[in-house]
């Protein structure tokens, strides 16, 4: 009877272990996230300075995969301003939200959508100036 309690004691710290494991996991990646948008965002600052323009890549006013975008647009922002655009920290894993991009105003805005797990929601860093349509009503990033 005794060795049942034990094992019972043990198993409820290893849940209560586990379950704290897993909120650090969740904000880790939250926390990459941000330093990741930030880096994109210096990067693409020091491309609009040099080309007067955010990067272009297909459509104005449609959301992109970010990470296809900014490495296909005309010039691309990787490698020539960042080594490489970062996916989520979850990609590739199936249920992952990528990062997403958009532009307008003739390149003059931009807009990149993260979803962050600790929200269970997107949100949105923006340029100063207007932005397409879609994107307009995202809420603001606060990290």
């Given amino acids: 009877m005794e060795l049942m309690m034990v094992i019972a004691v043990i198993g409820f710290i290893a849940s209560i272990v586990l379950l704290a494991l897993g909120q650090s996991r969740l904000k880790a990646r939250d926390s990459t996230r941000v330093q990741d948008v930030k880096n994109i965002i210096k990067s693409m600052e020091l491309y609009f300075s040099e080309n007067n323009t955010y ?66 929601a997107y949100c949105a860093y923006r340029s100063s100036g207007g932005l397409p349509t879609w994107f307009a009503n995202a809420p603001s990033c606060t990290r």
């Fill in 55 to 120: 990067p272009i890549y297909g459509s104005s006013d449609a959301a992109y995969d970010m990470v296809t975008a900014l490495t296909n647009s005309t010039p691309p922002l990787a490698p020539n301003y960042i080594n490489s655009v970062p996916a989520d920290p979850l990609t590739p894993a199936p249920t992952t939200q990528p990062y997403l991009y958009t532009w307008g105003n003739g390149g003059k805005d931009y807009g990149i959508e993260v979803y962050f797990e600790s929200d269970g």
